[in-house]
């Protein structure tokens, strides 16, 4: 499926850039959901590990629209069961690169090697299962970052600025957006905790000042959208969860503005509400 989401991307690409892009004046890109992943121990394998968990989620895809072909790890892991690009595909991917990339990211967690000693990998998605890692958000029975309603996703802010650089680095200076970067609340938390989301706020102080540093470093990073304007229906936590600046009755569709709107709206006008923020921790 992937491989041809792929060649579908480039058609898709060509067709774009040879029939419309020089009188809509747009851009044409690819969105990738991207964790950062850091090492269980600073062991060889756990390290190797960690970067093998990149290739299997994000060079996976970024690699034969920028470059022709499949990571290497990957060809290393999979040999055979790795679907072949032809030349004529490989081609056609070379001639079709991305103007942009998008990137969705949540969360940072820890990955251990699973080639050096046996994991159970039957719980895992696939990339992990044939990265040959396993991912959990704990060493040592100590979380990597603040939990979220949302499982598995951790308040790990750092992350922001590894991931950035990496495919900054990796894809040559290509544009960059986050496209998706958010905070999720149980929607059985209180309508006060709701509304007054100190958490989200901190979240998102922390992400955005990994981001900027990035930014100061180098990184080509042309946007930012945080996710998201409302609460929504969200794919397989239906309404369980809640990522919205503003709160969304469900039943009535009344929006009410959170306490993080009122911090990101005072943020994009370009106040500089650190000490707001230092003092919502402390509260916290």
């Known amino acids: 499926a992937a491989h041809n989401m792929l060649l579908s991307h480039a058609a898709a690409v060509h067709n774009y850039k040879k029939n419309y892009q020089a009188t809509q004046g747009g851009s044409i890109g690819i969105v990738i959901a991207m964790k950062w992943y850091e090492p269980l121990t600073n062991t060889t394998e756990d390290i190797l590990a960690a970067r093998r968990a990149l290739s299997f989620e994000v060079d996976w895809f970024l690699e034969p629209i920028f470059f022709g072909d499949y990571p290497r790890e990957m060809h290393k892991l999979l040999s055979s069961n790795l679907p072949k690009f032809t030349s004529e595909e490989k081609s056609l991917l070379q001639k079709n690169k991305a103007d942009f990339i998008g990137i969705n990211h949540y969360t940072t967690i820890y990955v251990k090697d699973c080639i050096s000693s046996p994991c159970d990998l039957k719980a895992y998605e696939a990339y992990e299962a044939n990265a040959l890692v396993l991912a959990t958000g704990e060493r040592d029975g100590v979380a990597i970052g603040r939990p979220t309603a949302f499982d598995g996703y951790y308040d790990v802010p750092e992350g922001m600025e590894q991931i950035v650089k990496y495919v900054n680095q990796r894809y040559k200076n290509t544009p960059l957006y986050v496209t998706e970067n958010g905070y999720s609340q149980h929607s059985n938390d209180t309508m006060d905790k709701l509304i ?89």
Not at 231 to 250: A, C, I, K, Q, S
């Open 196 to 284: 007054n989301d100190v958490e989200r706020v901190n979240y998102l102080h922390g992400y955005l000042t990994c981001l900027s540093s990035a930014v100061r470093k180098g990184a080509n990073v042309r946007g930012y959208f945080v996710w998201s304007i409302i609460d929504n229906f969200e794919w397989t936590f239906g309404f369980t969860v809640r990522f919205g600046l503003y709160h969304v009755d469900y039943g009535t569709q009344k929006r009410t503005p959170k306490m993080s709107a009122k911090w990101y709206r005072d943020f994009l006008m370009g106040s500089r509400p650190t000490d707001q923020v230092q003092m919502l921790r402390a509260d916290s």
